[in-house]
């Protein structure tokens, strides 16, 4: 009777094996396509009963994953989420130089190819200065090249804008990982006080880690109970005994003033108090922004603070040097037709700045035609040397009295004025050495030094542009020069020449500037930072492909395997259950008897 028992139990007992191990194999076919989901076993043991054998039982069911190679795993899942950002960005402001970009559609227009063309026109303007179509093309050029500076500039601050919020979205998605970490290692450690498998909540688990680290270089250790602590690479707790969130201020509208070390962007802080608008309070937590390294997150805090911005310098050098070099060799010529007032670009003067000099300068009035209605010389320096000593001289001269108008605007602006509106106003010559808290050396024309005939205005890549009068009317463009006889300067002369040269200065003036090589330089930099950004996004997605790919064959759900475990399985149930069966005939047969 004791051996029927015992018999009787050995197979029950192995009937309920065989349930959770088919159940095991079941889900593990049913999860197969699921992400992250690993092999689970269920493991058995043998009893034993005065050192017989007892039958087996389940005693847990595990995914046996090596923990190596999920750290190996997380740290590749951070490397290539940094480098596939960096090459996203990097792809972006290619597509904004224009040739630059993987998209076959490209127009292949570029800052290069654009002052490429304006010094075309240029040489063809000065085989014949007096083309109006030529000072047309040649403006449009002027303003096609300051327009591509402005649209770069733009889409730069754009990008910024953009990473700063993929960075207040990463702060969100990092928090939302971590509070959902904390609540599965709460589950998981519930689960292993009473018994029970944690093989799918620590799945659940591992997933969300790979998420986190997509975003921010972590590591982390398996503490005695099953929960998980989690720390930045630099050792900064994440997550131990309760999450410790990150936190950063959206900025929303970025200019190229704007800078995280000036103080107007937002560094990402954990543990930081929050205002009333869940913005990090200033002074509060901890400063993470310098140690991020890895992770889409510390590609986007290095593009918004310092790839960007780099940038922006660059194309800032640009436009100041076109505007410096164009703006010489324009100030140093007149137009075929003067404008009525010559309002000086530099701001900020006042009447008692020292204003230094030599040589001679002529102011020259003209009407319609560009002939001369009256025209003076003058000695500099003036007598005081400063801007009122010029203001007062101009205004001195008998033979302009009345006929032009010098003065200085509220923006500290020198002005000279036809009084006429049918005149125009035009002056040449006069070397400045300083004016106001600016020295040049050598010496500049005094236009120059002020500002009165400038071609481009702004003050970088943001803002550079064609005059405005000059945009409206490209034949005020300065193609032409003086003429200092005395025949020209009198009344009803010809003080205004065509002359190629000084359309040749432009050209020239374009050349020497450098311009066109830091244009150059900027775009072969660029692509090569965007090609080697692809080959890095691509080496490091191949090493995480690699990894995971492991990962997925040691651990992955083989489905031939688990169907032929299945039937191996089921054969082993129907055997078992053959067992009870006979001993239970055998018991009846035994009843039988007995009765």
Do not use: C
Request: charged share 10%.
């Amino acid at each position: 009777m004791s051996s029927l028992n015992t018999a009787l139990s050995i197979a029950s007992g192995s009937l309920q094996a065989l349930q959770t191990q088919l159940s095991t194999s079941s889900s593990n076919v049913s999860n197969a396509d699921v992400d992250g989901y690993t092999k689970k076993s269920a493991n058995k043991t043998s009893l034993a009963t005065r050192s017989e054998g007892a039958g087996v039982y389940v005693t847990s069911v595990t995914s046996n994953v090596d923990p190596w190679l999920l750290k190996s795993i997380y740290g590749a899942t951070s490397t290539s989420g940094a480098s596939a950002t960096l090459a996203d960005y990097y792809e972006e402001v290619g597509s904004s130089l224009g040739a630059l970009s993987s998209d076959s559609s490209s127009s292949g227009d570029n800052l290069s190819s654009e002052l490429t063309t304006l010094a075309a026109t240029l040489t063809k303007l000065a085989a014949s200065p007096t083309s109006t179509a030529l000072k047309t093309s040649t403006v449009q050029n002027v303003e096609q090249f300051t327009s591509s500076l402005r649209t770069t500039s733009s889409a730069v601050q754009s990008m910024r804008e953009e990473a700063d919020t993929a960075i207040a979205n990463a702060v969100d998605s990092i928090n939302s990982d971590l509070q959902a970490i904390d609540k599965l290692n709460k589950s998981i450690v519930r689960a292993t006080a009473v018994g029970s498998s944690t093989a799918t909540l620590e799945d659940q688990r591992a997933n969300l880690v790979a998420d986190l680290s997509s975003r921010i270089g972590v590591t982390s250790f398996t503490k005695n109970d099953g929960s998980l602590a989690i720390y930045t690479a630099g050792g900064t707790p994440l997550l131990d005994a309760s999450v410790h969130a990150l936190s950063f201020r959206h900025s929303g509208t970025i200019g190229a003033a704007s800078t995280y070390s000036g103080g107007q962007l937002s560094g990402v802080y954990v543990d930081a108090t929050l205002d009333a608008n869940g913005d990090p309070v200033s002074g509060t937590g901890i400063n993470l922004t310098s140690k991020i390294d890895t992770g889409s997150l510390s590609s986007l805090i290095a593009m918004r603070d310092s790839v960007l911005p780099g940038m922006q310098t660059q194309l800032d050098a640009i436009a100041t040097s076109f505007k410096s070099a164009i703006n010489s060799a324009h100030n140093t010529g007149t137009a075929a037709t003067q404008p009525n007032k010559l309002t000086g670009s530099v701001t900020g003067l006042a009447l008692g700045n020292a204003l230094t000099g030599s040589g001679n300068l002529t102011v020259a009035v003209t009407n319609q035609s560009g002939t001369t209605v009256a025209a003076a010389t003058i000695a500099l320096p003036t007598t005081p040397a400063t801007v009122q000593g010029l203001r007062d001289t101009i205004n001195g001269i008998p033979a302009l009295t009345g006929l032009v108008t010098a003065s200085v605007d509220a923006s500290g602006r020198f002005v000279l004025t036809a009084t006429s509106a049918s005149n125009g106003v035009a002056l040449s010559g006069g070397s400045v050495t300083a004016v106001g808290g600016t020295s040049y050396s050598p010496g500049v024309s005094l236009s120059s030094a002020l500002g009165l005939n400038d071609l481009v205005t702004g003050t970088g890549a943001g803002d550079i542009a064609v005059r405005s009068d000059i945009l409206a009317k490209p034949t005020l463009l300065a193609t032409e020069t003086f003429s200092t006889a005395a025949a020209a300067m009198t009344a009803g002369g010809t003080i205004i020449v065509s002359s190629d040269a000084q359309i040749q200065s432009l050209a020239t003036a374009l050349d020497s500037s450098g311009v066109a090589s830091s244009s150059a330089d900027l775009i072969s930099q660029v692509a090569s930072d965007m090609t080697a950004s692809k080959a890095r996004a691509s080496a490091d997605e191949t090493s995480l492909t690699t990894l995971t790919s492991s990962f997925s064959s040691k651990y992955g759900v083989n489905v031939d395997e688990e169907t032929a475990n299945i039937q191996a399985l089921s054969q082993s149930y129907a055997a078992s259950a053959q067992v009870v069966s006979t001993v239970k005939s055998m018991f009846e047969n035994l009843l039988s008897a007995v009765k």
